[in-house]
């Protein structure tokens, strides 16, 4: 039996929406989802307002996915212009720097508006036009989020490549877009470290491909040397000084792209997924305010990066469209000691909180002691987002965190969704721990096997979506084959999300992991094709397979199996000199935490890498391994199995 922790009568009291709300309007979302998303609209100003809601086809032949396709909006003016008359002075995003003696300082409503408007003007003067790209390198700073909606002002597409990422990765993002221009800072800090951003830039566009840059923008953040080359590198300041306040906004259609945010998928490298103005920025608003059961007073705290889809939808484009305070914290949850997370929710009086569960797990291996010592008094509103929080991690955030005061919402969603898809409304849905509960607004969920048939009741399998939502991303940035072979072709008629997930008797959802080769480490997904590919681009490899297997902090771990080419000697050395390649190619967010020779790989008769063998081994449950029978060579197995790296 799974513990119920029903709605606290004292929250729902309070909260926007009540389960009687939940009820009814789940079904008229789904029921009538032109009347319940033409009404939605109405939150945002809108220059033209959207007649024709809802236009989506599944159907291969005839696909398309278009949402308020006549309305025109600004999603810059919707973040900034229209809250100026109410909210001027109001902190739009608060700054808390790694190091807590630094100073942290509020950008209100006002001043981001006007720097938002400066840039915009020297983007367009530098020659920056509706639907170029544009590339964001940046430290978790207010300047990021003014560089993404400098470009949104402009029509301009940006695609924020996060801050961890290696040179090599810049360089595919870049070209893979064709990015024109790039805005970076000379340096980022985390951990008391400082992270080479300008550098990375510069060796990332010594790599082909990246002939499309004409500019890199350069804000100075840590004061720390650069190299600048004239006449393509500008400092930041010097670029805005000088220019306008205020800057008109380009009017955009609702299908107007956006932003790309490249994610790893199966396969090859990482997609640029596409997401579009209207239905995006609806959304991200409509699910922020309701899941966080948001009010004008809150101090909004998400942990996330602005490199990743939470930071877009929900540190920067939700709260801003509902005018909210956001924290912005530069650093990391273990410096300068444990305590930071909770010491940052005491300075800025933090009412909601938003942070993943690998970090949960890693703070509740310090005990309890480091929380403990801070109040947390502020906190109304616990969320947890990423991969699947296991039910004592959830626990220890509920009752140690939360001191069983707050309830928390476990939000599941993806990228390629753009905003929260499964999750508990605070004052109407009650929790279960490590269960993301119940669909938001037009959000249909179905499970099914592997013949795609829709399974009914308490049952696991594939979780598809039946029909689409405003949110939903509309391409793979040049390759929209690639999008509909990818998310449609798999169970004609829904969207994949590449995800499996169980369904109990209440009908609530449970989200057991990926079932593709996406491997998911402290909430990022790393697909085994991309690691696979680096290692193999080193000149003693072979071969390589890559599997994740079960970390107690990370949630899943990188494994990986490498066969060397033939005369080369396997070694301690090489091992160390293989990890480090991975990061130096990638980042360090794919470094392998296991590295294992195979002398061979098992494989079927038709040469494909038998994973579901690998994974067992990685996961040493070599007692588990199946059918080996379709295996071209079965003695592989029994010696990768002797020779299985001790975790
Ligand atoms: C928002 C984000 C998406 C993948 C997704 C799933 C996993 C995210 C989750 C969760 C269980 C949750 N995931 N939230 N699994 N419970 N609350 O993380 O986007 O980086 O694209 O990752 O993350 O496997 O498919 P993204």
């Given at each position: 039996m799974t513990d119920l922790y029903p709605v606290d009568p004292a929250f729902a009291s309070q909260a926007r929406i009540s389960g009687e709300d939940y009820q009814r309007d789940y079904q008229t979302s789904v029921r009538d989802p032109e009347a319940f998303w033409k009404q939605a609209a109405q939150r945002l100003d809108w220059y033209k307002a959207p007649t024709r809601i809802k236009n989506v086809s599944?159907?291969?032949?005839?696909f398309r996915i278009r949402w308020f396709e006549d309305g025109e909006l600004n999603a810059s003016v919707n973040c900034l212009d229209r809250q100026l008359e109410k909210r001027g002075d109001k902190t739009a995003l608060l700054f808390e720097p790694d190091s807590p003696d630094a100073a942290s300082y509020p950008v209100t409503y006002r001043e981001l508006y006007e720097r938002t408007c400066r840039l915009a003007n020297a983007l367009r003067a530098l020659g920056v036009q509706k639907g170029d790209r544009v590339t964001i390198y940046m430290p978790m700073i207010p300047d990021a989020a003014v560089a993404m909606l400098a470009c949104a002002r402009i029509g301009a597409i940006h695609s924020v490549v996060f801050g961890g990422f290696a040179p090599n990765s810049i360089a595919d993002r870049v070209a893979d877009c064709g990015s024109k221009l790039i805005i970076t800072a000379d340096e980022g800090l985390r951990g008391g470290r400082k992270i080479p951003l300008k550098a990375n830039v510069d060796a990332a566009l010594k790599l082909p491909g990246t002939n499309s840059v004409e500019t890199v923008l350069v804000v100075r953040h840590t004061g720390g040397a650069v190299d600048m080359q004239m006449p393509r590198d500008r400092w930041f300041d010097a670029v805005v000084e000088g220019q306008p306040a205020e800057c008109e906004p380009e009017r955009m259609n609702a299908e107007d792209p956006l932003f790309i945010l490249y994610t790893s998928g199966s396969t090859g490298k990482p997609k640029g997924v596409l997401h579009t103005t209207g239905g995006y920025l609806l959304y991200a608003a409509y699910t922020h305010e309701a899941v966080f059961d948001l009010r004008e007073d809150d101090v909004y705290w998400c942990t996330a990066d602005v490199g990743w889809v939470t930071g877009h939808s929900y540190i920067v484009y939700g709260p801003l469209a509902n005018g909210a305070t956001a924290l912005m914290f530069e650093g990391v949850p273990n410096y300068p000691d444990m305590s930071r997370f909770w010491q940052v929710i005491d300075k800025h009086q933090v009412t909601l909180f938003y942070t993943a569960p690998t970090a949960i797990r890693a703070l509740m291996r310090e005990g309890e002691e480091p929380v403990k010592k801070t109040s947390r008094k502020s906190l109304r509103l616990l969320g947890s987002v990423g991969e699947p929080i296991n039910p004592e991690a959830w626990r220890w955030y509920y009752e140690v965190v939360g001191d069983s005061r707050c309830p928390i919402v476990d939000t599941w969603w993806q990228t390629e969704t753009g905003g929260i898809m499964i999750t508990p409304l605070a004052g109407a849905i009650a929790l279960k721990p490590g269960s993301a509960t119940l669909p938001f607004y037009g959000v249909q969920p179905a499970l099914v096997d592997a013949n795609g048939e829709v399974l009914e009741g308490a049952t696991e399998g594939n979780l598809v979506l039946l029909d689409s939502w405003p949110g939903q991303m509309r391409s793979v940035y040049g390759d929209h084959q690639r999008f509909i072979d990818t998310y449609f072709r798999t169970y004609p008629g829904t969207y994949f999300t590449g995800d499996g997930c169980r369904r109990d008797e209440d009908g609530y959802y449970w989200i057991t992991g990926r079932v593709d080769d996406v491997i998911n480490v402290s909430g990022h997904r790393i697909g085994t094709a991309e690691v696979e590919s680096a290692l193999v681009a080193h000149p003693k490899v072979a071969e390589a397979a890559v599997v994740g297997f079960p970390h107690d902090i990370k949630g899943q771990g990188i494994y990986a199996y490498v066969t060397l080419k033939a005369g080369e000697a396997p070694g301690d050395d090489l091992v160390k000199e293989l990890v480090a390649w991975v990061r130096k190619e990638?980042?360090?967010?794919?470094?392998?935490d296991h590295l294992q020779w195979a002398p061979g790989l098992p494989k079927t008769r038709s040469g494909k890498i038998m994973r579901r063998i690998l994974r067992k081994i990685a996961e040493n449950a070599?007692?588990?391994?199946?059918?080996?029978?379709?295996?071209?060579?079965?003695g592989v197995v029994d010696s990768l199995v002797s020779e299985r790296k001790v975790k």
């Open positions: 599944y159907d291969l032949d005839d990638i980042g360090p967010i794919a470094t392998p070599p007692d588990q391994l199946g059918d080996t029978s379709t295996l071209a060579d079965p």
